[in-house]
């Protein structure tokens, strides 16, 4: 294999790819990367056997080939040469020479052999989407998918499509976060996609309103992002029936400003730490919200006005489920719905039901 290409838009390949990149992978090629010459074009691939990314520069093939790099190595050496150009050589033995510049350097590689391929999906069921709306969408929910793997499919996000709409949902047993849209197609499509896959997906959409394509298959999906090709396991197990979660009635209705409720309970929250499970008490009364909180080291309180309907409720919270949820509404106001200390608070925007996040309370001693 031989090519030369600009260092740029190598060193912008190698990242597009790095996180499907293996790290203590059992198997030492998938923490490399594959590199594919030919046709005028250099295919970079990524795949840690749950995620794949691939995607494509130009470049000058004298020679067709394909190898695995090392992606820490290969990736340090491309930022850190001199040249705008890079020159790339290997020979029967694997050794890959690399030059840029005055500088050159030659590591050895792996046969592209001991690169396992990637999924083919072959039964999908393909629809585009808008790239803005997707990431939006997954930025307002992804706050509430699970940390830990007890449940399997709690770390990922469900998509649904049905009726013309798409509802995205998560949930880690403490709070739970839906955003629903209308969209063009009448697909009838359930499936869940890992957390970690989508945050790579962010990493990678454009910043306008470009359409993706995305393909579902029963046990991996595919994005197609311009020239970045996507591949993700699907997870798998019964999600939770979101919609007999949310309660269907409400005795205290609360419109606040979402940045004042939000700083009002970020200035609380500094009196706790990680160590001591220390909460937050919030009073809804007199239209103002009160909250406050003791701990070790002192006590705190605070209260914004708000416009309070139905009856005085006293309630507490854990402050980072509640903030992680007020930083994930993008409306100016926000109103909160409540049925007493032990039920769970609804926040939705003051029109509409584009979001709906639910924060569990906690019992206040």
Known sequence: ???????????????KVQGAVGSNATLPALEGILFSAGNGYLTLTGYNMELGITTAIEANVEQAGEIVLSARVFGEIVKKMPGDQIAL??????????????????????????????????????????????????????????????????????????????????????R??????????????????PEKTLSEILKLLPENDEKIQISVGKRHIVFEIGHILVVSRLLEGEFIDYKTAVPPNHTTEVLVDTKSLLESIDRVALLINDRAKVFIKCVFEENQIKASCESVIGNADDRIDAEIHGERIEIGFNSRYLLDA??????????LEMSGPLSPIKIVPPEGNDFLFLVLPVRIR
């Open 176 to 193: 739970l976060a839906i955003r629903k849209e209308v969209i063009t197609n009448d697909l009838n499509l359930k499936f869940i996609v």
């Open 89 to 174: 050589e290997t020979d029967d033995a694997l050794m890959c020479t690399v030059k840029s510049g005055r500088s050159k350097f030659a590591i050895v590689g792996m046969a592209a052999a001991e690169f396992p391929e990637l999924p083919a999906l072959s039964d999908g069921i393909s629809f585009s989407f808008n790239a803005e709306l997707l990431d939006n969408m997954v930025r307002m929910t992804r706050f509430a998918v699970a940390k830990t793997d007890d449940k399997p499919m709690y770390t990922g996000i469900l998509f649904q499509l049905e009726e013309g709409k798409i509802t995205m949902v998560a949930v880690d047993g403490y």
């Open 1 to 15: 294999m031989k090519f030369t290409c600009d260092r740029k838009k190598l060193i912008d390949g190698i990242s």
């Open 326 to 335: 007020l930083r994930a509404v993008e409306t100016d106001r926000v109103k």
